[in-house]
């Protein structure tokens, strides 16, 4: 939980951190190039953190087998590691899908590579 001093703190290291992007904009396609590379890399990121969240509770699962409250809180954390990997996945997959439908092209998605053409 963020106190009242961090909560601020941590606006103003996310606003600072767009700054260069935003100096260096030379229009609004740039602003949004900016803003796109930043997602695709948070995209596999996400990705990966969700995996390794799951294999957390299967291990905790698995290592806790005699005690029956962390066992359940192993599942209880594979259960949301699912659902966030299926969250993700929806998600990437109706973009692709939406990419493809609009003819949207040089941006590949589903190996967090992106080819913005001028």
Known sequence: MLTKIKK???IFAATVSLLPCIA???????LIQGVGRFVYVL????FTVT???FFW?????ILKADNEAERDAGKEVMKWGIVA????LSIWGIVAVLQGELGITGQNILFGEIFISN
């Open 8 to 10: 601020p703190a941590l």
């Open 24 to 30: 260096s904009a030379q229009g609004a396609r740039d």
């Open 57 to 61: 509770g299967l291990a905790r699962f």
């Open 85 to 88: 990997l299926f969250i993700i």
């Open 43 to 46: 995209i596999p990121l996400s």
């Open 51 to 53: 995996i390794l969240f």
